[in-house]
């Protein structure tokens, strides 16, 4: 376990840091490709995948994302597959079936793969949130293989809800269709909303693998700026430090 929890609001914020390395090759670009415009040096990106255990004072247990998978996992073509996710949950003194609520922040194979195992839900007794315009958009191979299991768990949300006490998502488009990031207090678990670091200093730099840029970059920017006039605590996916106070 690489990385320290942090109590917010009541709340301990555990990251789970599923894997740690570079892209595959079926993907990876030289940084200043990766993020046209930021200028950063080209040299490899070395990504964490990071997943996020909120425990609530009541006991209650939120995951937000679920990693990589395993080595069947569809991200296995370009992450560092198996993830860790259950050993670091583990090391946190979490089963699986502890889980009450899942959220996956958007339906790409590194979020969402690890909500399932041999084709059934890993966290049997979570619900499983998702925003509806997510569900829309899901590719057809990720709906069979991820969707399709969760089927009897999901909990679809439009927009901004509270999907336990004292924890809220709420809608972000850009990145994908329905991406959401989760808020408790002064944290918000952004997901990819931000990806390097890099777009803290200018939210208008791009993400060569967002659905739609110019809507991420417009999405990014807002929210960002709420955050930032709240100085709010980013929990981030692919960060190497977990956490950044804005
Ligand atoms: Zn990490
Ligand atoms: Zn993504």
Redesign the pocket.
Same mark, same amino acid.
């Given at each position: 376990m @690489?990385?320290h929890p942090k109590t917010v609001s009541g709340v301990e914020v555990t @990251?789970l840091?599923d894997a740690?390395g570079p892209m595959g090759e079926a993907i990876r670009r030289p940084l200043p490709e990766m993020f046209p415009g930021s200028a950063l040096p080209d040299e490899p990106w070395v990504l964490?995948?990071?997943c996020y255990l909120l425990r609530d004072r009541a006991g209650r247990l939120t995951l937000v994302d679920t990693g990589i998978g395993g080595t069947d996992s569809l991200a296995s073509s370009w992450a560092p597959v198996p993830g860790t996710l259950t050993g670091e949950l583990a090391a946190a003194g979490v089963a699986p079936a502890d889980v009450d609520t899942v959220i996956l922040t958007h339906l790409h194979s590194d979020h969402a793969s690890g909500a399932v195992s041999d084709g059934r839900p890993l966290f049997e007794n979570a619900r499983y949130v998702v925003q509806q315009a997510e569900l829309d958009a899901a590719d057809g191979l990720l709906a069979d293989r991820v969707l399709t299991p969760l089927k009897g768990q999901l909990l679809a949300v439009d927009g901004d809800a509270e999907v336990t006490p004292g924890v809220r998502v709420h809608l972000t488009p850009g990145h994908t269709p329905g991406h959401q990031i989760a808020r408790v207090g002064e944290l918000a678990v952004t997901g990819d909303l931000v990806l390097h670091p890099v777009q803290l200093d200018d939210p208008a730099v791009r993400y060569v693998y967002d659905d739609d840029q110019e809507r991420a970059a417009a999405t990014r920017a807002a929210v960002l700026g709420e955050l930032r006039a709240a100085h709010a605590l980013l929990a981030t996916a692919h960060f190497?430090e @977990?956490f950044v106070r804005l």
């Amino acid at each position: 376990m @690489p990385h320290h929890p942090k109590t917010v609001s009541g709340v301990e914020v555990t @990251p789970l840091c599923d894997a740690v390395g570079p892209m595959g090759e079926a993907i990876r670009r030289p940084l200043p490709e990766m993020f046209p415009g930021s200028a950063l040096p080209d040299e490899p990106w070395v990504l964490h995948f990071h997943c996020y255990l909120l425990r609530d004072r009541a006991g209650r247990l939120t995951l937000v994302d679920t990693g990589i998978g395993g080595t069947d996992s569809l991200a296995s073509s370009w992450a560092p597959v198996p993830g860790t996710l259950t050993g670091e949950l583990a090391a946190a003194g979490v089963a699986p079936a502890d889980v009450d609520t899942v959220i996956l922040t958007h339906l790409h194979s590194d979020h969402a793969s690890g909500a399932v195992s041999d084709g059934r839900p890993l966290f049997e007794n979570a619900r499983y949130v998702v925003q509806q315009a997510e569900l829309d958009a899901a590719d057809g191979l990720l709906a069979d293989r991820v969707l399709t299991p969760l089927k009897g768990q999901l909990l679809a949300v439009d927009g901004d809800a509270e999907v336990t006490p004292g924890v809220r998502v709420h809608l972000t488009p850009g990145h994908t269709p329905g991406h959401q990031i989760a808020r408790v207090g002064e944290l918000a678990v952004t997901g990819d909303l931000v990806l390097h670091p890099v777009q803290l200093d200018d939210p208008a730099v791009r993400y060569v693998y967002d659905d739609d840029q110019e809507r991420a970059a417009a999405t990014r920017a807002a929210v960002l700026g709420e955050l930032r006039a709240a100085h709010a605590l980013l929990a981030t996916a692919h960060f190497a430090e @977990p956490f950044v106070r804005l």
